[in-house]
Structure formats: C-alpha cells, structure tokens
C-alpha cells in the first residue's frame, strides 16, 4: 500500500485539489472530514459522538478517525491513497501510523492565509455543520495548535512538500502536480 496525506487548514483547499490529484494520478481519496461526516449522518452512536465533538470545534479520538480510514483501505482494490485532513495531531499521526503499519510517502502542505480560508469556507455553501464563523476561528486555532507538531514532523524527515494555495485551482494544482511526477498514471 502505497498512501500519501494532504493537510492544509480548513478551506485550504484539500478536497478540491485531492479530487485533481485523483483524477489526475489515479489515488484512491479518503477524505477523513467526508469519512467522519458519513458516520454523523448514519445516525449511528458513533456518529452522534463525532457530530458533538466537531460541533465543539475539537479532534474527534484518533482511534475512531484511523478505523474509518482502515475500513476504507481494506475495502478498496487500489493500492494507492491519497488521504485528505489527517493525521490532525501527534495523537493522530501515531495512531495512523501504529494501525495502518506505515508512514505516507509523501505529505502535501497547503499553506494558505487564515483571512483566505475563513473567506473560502464562508462561501462554499455546503450546509455543513462547521461552515460558521464561530466553528471556524476554533477550527483555525486547533488546526494552528496541533498540525504543526505534524507539518515539522513529516518535514524534519524530508517528507513534507510545502505549496502555496493562493491563486486558482488550475494555478494551485500546476505547484502541486510536479509532486506526483513518481505516480503518473499508466
């Protein structure tokens, strides 16, 4: 298995560019936001626990997260995915990497400024629960918090690839294209 992740804060642009880069590259995406969002709306137990902790702008437990992720990757015939939004933390990122057995290959930071993302988020008309100004400045700041710990991590190992996210999607996916080069489709 071959898995590559994505971060970027919220409105950064992650799914967009993850669905150019699937297109593209032929990943498998795994969206941990669209996996958890799918549980909420199963209306199962879990899902009721994962609507409130969202809801109150905090990291839903890593081992609820990565299980949905495994669930997903043992369920798929691909052997390379793209994951989108995760690992969140350092509780994530060991968790990901205990139950998933490896470390990405690749990770894929888009850096845009916070006015950005407020601004993207309040207009992408989604009907999430989350796209609300109170819910995204605690999402800003738990993202600010506890992604960096990740970022300086995957960097510190020579696995990190900063691209800006400013500009238009076919402008933010030419930076990012040149990173796949290894995963060109055949």
């Known amino acids: 298995m071959r898995s590559l992740i994505c971060l970027g804060g919220p409105g950064s642009g992650k799914g967009t560019q993850c669905a150019k880069i699937v297109e593209a590259f032929g990943f498998t995406h795994l969206s941990a936001g669209e996996l958890l969002r799918r549980e909420i709306y199963s209306n199962s137990k879990k899902g009721e626990m994962i609507r ?3 809801k109150e702008g905090k990291i839903v437990p890593s081992d609820v997260t990565v299980s949905l992720i495994k669930r997903e990757i043992q369920a798929s015939e691909n052997d390379k995915f793209l994951i989108d939004g995760f690992p969140r933390s350092e509780d994530n990122r060991v968790a990901f990497e205990h139950i998933i057995g490896a470390e990405p290959e690749l990770v894929l930071f888009l850096e845009c400024p916070e006015e950005e993302m407020i601004r993207r988020v309040l207009n ?19 993202f600010n918090k506890l992604n960096f710990p990740v970022i300086n991590y995957y960097d510190a190992k020579g696995k990190l690839r900063k691209i800006s996210a400013v500009g238009t999607i076919e402008e933010v996916f030419e930076k990012i294209k040149p990173q796949f080069s290894a995963y060109k489709e055949t």
């Open 52 to 54: 409130d902790t969202i």
């Open 124 to 142: 992408r008309n989604q009907g999430r629960i989350d796209d609300n100004i109170e819910t995204i400045e605690k999402r800003l700041k738990v």
